[in-house]
């Protein structure tokens, strides 16, 4: 059974970094694609950031090239988005994602809201 826990998100002001983290299950994470999308109410869901299953290609939406970074830690089946230089743009619902043969799926979504 697949699974994909967010957490890390919060409130902080710009300029700030946090570091949201997706714990994954229910299927050979080593193997996959896993993408960051992002989401604010009345918006489509946002592509963010993708890295291949062994961490040696990732791609990012221009809008925070050279401020995040994505990575993952197979041995913990867990990946990362590392957000610096935080935007209040930023401000969105960040989810965590795995397209597999048996379905694209997500996270909770973990809020991030940057503000003075």
């Known amino acids: 059974q697949v699974q994909l826990v967010e957490s890390g998100g919060g409130l902080v002001q710009p300029g700030g970094s946090l570091r949201l983290s997706c714990a994954a299950s229910?299927?050979?994470?080593?193997?996959?694609?896993m993408r960051w999308y992002r989401q604010t109410p009345g918006k489509e869901r946002e592509f963010v950031a993708h890295?291949?299953?062994?961490?040696?290609?990732?791609s990012y939406t221009d809008s925070v090239k050279g401020r995040f970074t994505i990575s993952r830690d197979n041995a913990k089946n867990t990946v990362y988005l590392q957000m610096n230089s935080l935007k209040p743009e930023d401000t969105a619902v960040y989810y965590c994602?795995?397209?597999?043969?048996?379905?694209?799926?997500w996270g909770q979504g973990t809020q991030v809201t940057v503000s003075s």
């Open positions: 229910g299927f050979t994470f080593s193997r996959y694609v």
């Open positions: 994602n795995i397209l597999l043969l048996g379905g694209n799926y």
């Open positions: 890295i291949t299953g062994d961490g040696t290609i990732t």
